[in-house]
C-alpha cells in the first residue's frame, strides 16, 4: 500500500522549533519531488517547502525563506522540514505530497500549486502559540 505519513507536529511556543518528517511506505521517495504544504481552517492548502527529484534543488515560499530547511534521508526514505523561529501565523495542518511527472513537480515545486496529481498524506498539525 502506498502511504505517506507526516509527523512531528505539535505546540511551540513563538520563536521556537519543530522538525517535520514525512515517511514513505510503499514507494521510494528518492525518484518523488516532495513538498510540504499548510493550510488553516477556511483558506486553500499553501505551499511551503519543496525538493524536487531531479538534482535536490529546494524552494521556498517567501513566508518561510530563511527559517526553513526541507532534506532528504535516503536511508530513511524520509523527507524532513526542519522549521524556525517558528510564528505565530505557522499555524496549520501541515501536509506532505508526492508528484514525479515533470510537469506535476514544476507546478508543486515551483508553482506551490495543489494539482490534482499530488499524493498526499494525512497531516500533522502544528500549533505556535504562548
Known sequence: QVQLMESGGGLVQPGG??????AASGFTLDYYAIAWFRQTPGKE????????????QTFYSESVTGRVTISRDKAKNT???????LKHEDTGVYY???????????????????????KWGKGTPVTVSS
Open 17 to 22: 522549533s519543530l522538525r517535520l518528517s514525512c
Open 45 to 56: 492548502r499553501e505551499g511551503v517547502s519543496c525538493i524536487n527529484n531531479n538534482n535536490g
Open 79 to 85: 523527507v524532513y522540514m526542519q522549521m524556525n523561529r
Open 96 to 118: 506532505c505530497g508526492a508528484v514525479q511527472d515533470d510537469k506535476s513537480v514544476q507546478d508543486m515545486c515551483v508553482g506551490f500549486r495543489n494539482v490534482d496529481t499530488i
